[in-house]
């Protein structure tokens, strides 16, 4: 059983993965580090449920599970 919330990282993740292949196809520096910078978030918050469970992770951003 996998949390919905890895889903919805899954889909971050496809979504930041294709914005930065974009903002590098027209060499744009400050989108490509925005956007590795936004992937690079959808990654840590993906290992944080993984790491501690998603009804932590939630709690740890502030949000609810």
């Known amino acids: 059983f996998l ?3 890895f889903f ?4 971050d ?3 930041h993965s294709f914005l930065l292949v974009i903002a590098s196809s027209h060499h ?3 989108a490509v ?3 590795f910078a936004a992937l690079s978030k959808t990654c840590i918050a993906c290992h ?3 790491l501690r ?3 932590i992770a ?3 951003r502030g949000g609810s599970p």
């Open 13 to 15: 993740l496809r979504t």
């Open 33 to 35: 580090a925005d956007e």
């Open 8 to 11: 919805v990282l899954q889909d």
């Open 3 to 5: 949390p919905e919330r």
């Open 58 to 60: 939630a709690t740890r």
């Open 53 to 55: 469970g998603a009804d």
């Open 28 to 30: 744009d520096r400050a």
């Open 48 to 50: 944080d449920v993984y």
